[in-house]
């Protein structure tokens, strides 16, 4: 069983910056890449960003490009989102996931953390 835990959301004010990490644990075999969304009220999940585990090639929404950074660090196993310049409208639960094989799993599954609110004030 694979465990994401996302950490570093709170309150920040429009124009400020938070860093989102996102630490995985449990025996995989393979990731094929580890990615955001995020969810504000009343609206649907929405892709943020995303970041492939074997080639670096990063992909951004593109409300997010320009401001947010993914980035990885595989020695902890742990995918950042740092996200400058923020803006009213990015407030929502952030989510992080992971598309990857489990040990001794032959197939890709997706997994989710538990999410992480990031409050914006004016």
């Known amino acids: 069983q694979v465990t994401l835990v996302e950490s570093g959301g709170g309150l920040v004010q429009a124009g400020g910056s938070l860093r989102l990490s996102c630490a995985a644990s449990g025996r995989t075999s393979s990731t094929y890449s580890k990615g955001w969304f995020r969810q504000a009220p009343g609206k649907e999940r929405e892709f943020v960003s995303a970041?492939?585990?074997?080639?670096?090639?990063?992909y951004y929404a593109d409300s997010v490009k320009g401001r947010f950074t993914i980035s990885r660090d595989n020695a902890r196993n742990t995918v950042y989102l740092q996200m400058n310049n923020l803006k009213l409208t990015d407030a929502a639960v952030y989510y992080c996931?992971?598309?990857?094989?489990?040990?001794?799993?032959?197939?890709?599954?997706?997994?989710w953390g538990q999410g992480t609110q990031v409050t914006v004030s004016s």
């Open positions: 970041i492939n585990w074997s080639n670096d090639n990063t």
């Open positions: 996931n992971a598309d990857l094989k489990t040990a001794g799993s032959d197939r890709y599954s997706i997994y």
